[in-house]
């Protein structure tokens, strides 16, 4: 079955260093999602992508947050200079329907970031 | 308000038993709606889409009542690897998803 995958598993960091996190989402999929999700909150959505551009962000994705698709396969969120609460899980997933307001999205395993 | 509420939880049930879960969501624009679950540490996974006629995947069982602005999951029988966490998600037509806080459920042997 396919499925989403992330890498890493988990990325250590020192405060104000800039990260990667990398997805590889479901290959015939078309929309693609960052969530993050604080130890003991809820999931929190941080961003779409469609077509080669951001169609939808929160209000958490500031300027220290970009998204890139850099080839067919991969999609990234990079964090320019890390805070202290930017240690989270964060998710990516991935949807097929061009109507995403329908798509059943498919999660992947998740990065932890930790930032000291 | 705020958009997507359920119950708080944790449910401590004994196996075998039957569990429901309540959820709320204020835009009464939401068009799709969703179980999924997480277990601890690990992604969401769907459980199932939940539909206006409501529908049935074995032992679980989902309502949603528009009109009340409210999504049910029942599950039945209920078993050891059942123990998760449940969110209710729901979304506005080219929108984001929105989740829900999540029900913790811990099935006792």
């Known amino acids: 079955e396919p499925e989403v995958t992330q890498t890493p598993s988990h990325q250590v960091t020192q405060m104000g260093q800039e990260v990667i996190l990398r997805c590889v989402p479901i290959?015939?999929?078309?929309?693609f999602y960052w969530y993050r999700q604080i130890l003991g909150q809820k999931v929190e959505f941080l961003v779409s992508?469609?077509?080669?551009?951001?169609?939808?962000k929160s209000e958490i994705f500031d300027d220290q947050f970009s998204v890139e698709r850099p080839d067919g396969s991969n999609f990234t969120l990079k964090i320019r200079s890390t805070k202290l609460e930017d240690s989270a899980m964060y998710f990516c997933?991935?949807?097929?329907?061009?109507?995403?307001?329908?798509?059943?999205?498919?999660f992947g395993p998740g990065t932890r970031l930790t930032v000291l | 308000r705020k958009e997507v509420e359920q119950d708080p939880g944790p449910f401590n049930v004994p196996e075998g038993a039957t569990v429901a879960f309540n959820c709320t969501y204020s835009?009464?624009?939401?068009?799709?709606f969703f179980w999924y679950r997480q277990d601890c540490r690990k992604e969401p996974k769907l459980l199932m889409s939940?539909?206006?006629s409501g529908n049935e995947d074995g032992r679980f069982t989902a309502q949603l009542n528009r009109a009340s602005q409210y999504i049910s999951l029942l599950i039945r029988d209920s078993k050891l690897s059942d123990s998760a966490t449940y969110l209710c998600?729901?979304?506005?037509?080219?929108?984001?998803?929105?989740f829900g806080p999540g029900t913790r459920l811990s099935v006792l042997p």
């Open positions: 835009n009464s624009a939401s068009q799709s």
């Open positions: 290959s015939n999929h078309l929309y």
């Open positions: 998600v729901v979304n506005v037509y080219g929108q984001n998803f929105v």
């Open positions: 992508f469609y077509n080669n551009e951001i169609s939808e």
């Open positions: 997933a991935s949807s097929e329907d061009e109507l995403a307001g329908w798509g059943t999205q498919y």
């Open positions: 939940v539909y206006s």
